[in-house]
């Protein structure tokens, strides 16, 4: 079982920055695709960003791309979402996942999920 945690959300203005964290349990994390997904309120999840167990691959969604970097540090079994740019579109609740798909896989390759972590944008 992997547990995973958010943190690093918060209020920010427009063309702000902010860096999630998602931290695991487990160490089988490090042998894991993690992805983000962001869900607003009244519409479906969707996918943000996905990195690969190497780190050496990477998929964003066309809406974050140049703005958002997603890397991993397996030492500390923690994944990291840097979000730069921010707009009030990217207001959501963010949630990491982990699975044994490729980073092009759908969020139905993701088996653990954490909480979310809140992002507000304001403008």
């Known amino acids: 079982q992997v547990q995973l945690v958010e943190s690093g959300g918060g209020l920010v203005q427009a063309g702000g920055s902010l860096r999630l964290s998602c931290a695991a349990s487990?160490?089988?994390?490090?042998?894991?695709?993690v992805g983000w997904f962001r869900q607003a309120p009244g519409k479906e999840r969707e996918f943000v960003a996905a990195?690969?167990?190497?780190?050496?691959?990477?998929n964003y969604a066309d809406s974050v791309k140049g703005r958002f970097t997603i890397s991993r540090d397996n030492a500390k079994n923690t994944v990291y979402l840097q979000m730069d740019i921010l707009k009030p579109e990217d207001t959501a609740v963010y949630l990491c996942?982990?699975?044994?798909?490729?980073?092009?896989?759908?969020?139905?390759?993701?088996?653990?999920w954490g909480q979310g972590t809140q992002v507000t944008i304001s403008s």
């Open positions: 990195i690969s167990v190497s780190g050496r691959d990477t």
């Open positions: 996942a982990a699975g044994i798909g490729s980073v092009v896989a759908g969020r139905r390759s993701y088996n653990y």
């Open positions: 487990a160490r089988t994390f490090s042998a894991a695709t």
